[in-house]
């Protein structure tokens, strides 16, 4: 039983670029959420989604990011114009249903140069 | 508002010893679950336990000890005789029941086991 898989697991984005983080829950599951740990710092909250909608989108900056969780197919999350202070690990969880705990993936470390 | 605080930014201990991790929360919600991670240094997030707002019972696995304190709402971890593979960056969190389904995630505290 595969866990939750991320890709890539490093990415490098010149300043501008679009970034595109990938995101397959574990199977079963039909809940994903979208993490986002700064250098030094815990995991903050970004954007919660089932399939094909956004439950939860309070923890997203409000421009230049988005994130879909088509019916079939990863969740990915979209970063587009990226900057310097984009650069985090991005960590994708999944769970069964709500009120269980969640499954975290490898992350993506997305450095922008 | 949720939050939890981990006083703790890193400890330091010399193989063998017991070393506690504290977990400090805060939330208005009567149901919630509290948890805790392990970020080794290869980065990923390990999922060790997790406990629900009901059950104050202390939880053992192996060298692993957590106590949940509703009282001083607290969760705190004990590793028991640690080892160097228990060095890693430990994180508490918390999420409430029902509704959006979100964690909060504690600062983390960075624990080095020494040889």
């Known amino acids: 039983n595969a866990g939750v898989m991320q890709n890539p697991r490093h990415l490098v984005r010149r300043r501008g670029q679009e970034a595109r983080l990938r995101c397959s829950p574990m199977?079963?599951?039909?809940?994903v959420y979208w993490y986002r740990q700064l250098p030094e710092e815990g995991l903050k909250f970004m954007v919660y989604?089932?399939?094909?909608?956004?439950?939860?989108e309070s923890g997203m900056p409000k421009e230049r990011f988005s994130a879909e969780f088509p019916k079939e197919g990863p969740s990915i999350l979209r970063i587009q114009q990226v900057v310097r202070g984009d650069s985090a690990a991005y960590f994708c969880?999944?769970?069964?249903?709500?009120?269980?705990?969640?499954?975290f993936g490898q992350g993506t470390r997305l450095t922008v140069v | 508002a949720q939050k939890v605080t981990q006083a703790q930014t890193e400890i330091s201990v010399v193989e063998k010893e017991d070393v506690t991790l504290d977990c400090v929360y805060e939330?208005?919600?009567?149901?919630?679950?509290l948890f805790w991670y392990k970020q080794p240094p290869s980065g990923e997030l390990v999922f060790l336990i997790r406990r629900n707002s009901f059950d104050e019972q202390n939880e053992i696995s192996g060298r692993y000890s957590w106590n949940f304190q509703k009282s001083t709402s607290s969760f705190n971890f004990t590793i028991t005789a640690s080892q160097v593979v228990d060095s890693a960056v430990y994180f508490c969190?918390?999420?409430?029941?029902?509704?959006?389904?979100?964690?909060?995630f504690g600062t983390g505290t960075r624990l080095k086991v020494l040889a």
């Open positions: 939330t208005r919600d009567t149901t919630y679950y």
């Open positions: 969190a918390l999420s409430e029941a029902g509704g959006t389904y979100k964690y909060i």
């Open positions: 199977k079963g599951h039909s809940h």
């Open positions: 989604l089932q399939k094909e909608n956004i439950i939860d």
């Open positions: 969880a999944s769970s069964s249903q709500q009120g269980t705990e969640a499954f």
